[in-house]
């Protein structure tokens, strides 16, 4: 992610005054600074990370304590749900029965602090102001991203509805129409496991969360037959949308994410084997070490399963807060700054994610 302030004369002028040897000065410039960033960053964090598609947004005042009345989020109000939330940053997402009654959800702080030296803000160096800037959020966006996904991964990894297991297997290390469509009905069958089997909803798959290699696998359906059946094709209309468009960015109205961290040998393949291994489903043949297996995230983004509880500033409205650092004396010759954002991550409605093992063998 990349971040640039605009080059003004009243950006620069703010910058230079960061810097002046009057401490008053200094001081208002570096708040005024520290005001303008927080929406910019806030807004970054929204529309660069890729947990903003999968996760709702649940303002709370700051210092208040968030709650979710379940029973809104369910179609049935009765019996018990499990839900996945963190209760840590970078902690073990757990899984917790409850009844159909206001659930407190825990929250965590994610931070992040940098600086840099006078003589930069100085010379009107704009480029390292947003450096540092771009840094700041590159940070925090990396931390918010590794505890929304493990959330995710914990789910998928413990998901079990009425007996049903959450995940479907396809051998012949490619991914294929054929398993996309085992997906689909998977998903359908899980949101009808309910009320003895009929049908409560008209959920169904409608996101895909995929790495670079399954993605490239997609882009091949326009020129390769699918996979290794050499039977299985796409009709030429579809073939010709997806070589004209370079790509897909969806099948069956299925909308498709590429994530780099999916993938054999990658963080969160691997980190879904940790936790698969530890879960009820232990007995589930999924193989990462071997760099054959990985997983193919799939979701019903409109259940509003998926929820972010994030605090809301009491005096600007925003989730992210920028401050100056104060830890500076005079002659250290710098200017930081430091922001923080307080928010949690919870998986309501296991029925909302399914997952496709793309094997080798």
Not at 30 to 56: D, H, M, N, R
Not at 58 to 72: A, R, T, Y
Not at 103 to 128: E, I, P
Request: proline share 4%.
């Amino acid at each position: 992610m990349k971040l640039k302030l605009k080059n003004t004369p009243e950006q620069v002028e703010l910058i230079k005054a960061m810097a002046s040897r009057d401490a008053t000065v200094a001081r208002e410039a570096s708040e005024a600074f520290a005001a303008f960033i927080g929406p910019v960053v806030s807004k970054v964090l929204l529309q660069a990370g890729t947990a903003s598609a999968v996760y709702t947004d649940l303002p709370f005042d700051e210092d208040d304590n968030p709650s979710i009345p379940l029973d809104l989020y369910h179609d049935q109000g009765e019996g018990y749900v499990t839900v996945w939330s963190q209760s840590v940053a970078g902690g073990l997402p757990s899984s917790v029965v409850e009844g159909f009654s206001e659930m407190k959800v825990s929250t965590y702080r994610l931070d992040s602090a940098v600086s840099f030296l006078k003589r930069y803000a100085r010379r009107g160096r704009l480029d390292v102001v947003s450096k540092a800037v771009e840094r700041m959020t590159n940070e925090v966006l990396v931390k918010q991203e590794r505890n929304a996904w493990a959330v995710v991964l914990k789910a998928l990894a413990e998901a079990s509805t009425n007996g049903a297991d959450h995940l479907e297997r396809i051998t012949g290390g490619s991914f294929t129409m054929a398993g996309l469509n085992s997906l689909m009905t998977l998903v359908k069958r899980i949101n009808t496991s309910y009320a003895g089997g009929s049908t409560v909803d008209t959920y169904g798959l409608t996101d895909l969360f995929v790495s670079p290699e399954i993605k490239a696998d997609i882009r091949s359906f326009a020129y390769n037959p699918i996979g290794n059946n050499a039977t299985e094709t796409l009709p030429d209309n579809a073939r010709e949308a997806i070589w004209s468009g370079a790509g897909t960015q969806e099948i069956y109205g299925i909308t498709i994410h590429e994530l780099v961290e999916l993938g054999t040998n990658r963080k969160y393949n691997t980190l879904f084997d940790t936790l698969l291994a530890a879960g009820p489903h232990s007995g589930v043949d999924f193989d990462p070490a071997s760099g054959e297996d990985e997983i193919v995230i799939g979701m019903d983004l409109t259940k509003d399963a998926f929820v972010r509880p994030v605090a809301r500033n009491s005096e600007t409205g925003g989730t992210f807060t920028a401050l100056p650092d104060d830890q500076f004396v005079a002659r250290a010759e710098k200017i930081g700054f430091y922001g923080a954002l307080e928010e949690g991550r919870v998986c309501l409605d296991a029925r909302a994610i399914a997952g496709l093992i793309v094997a080798n063998s």
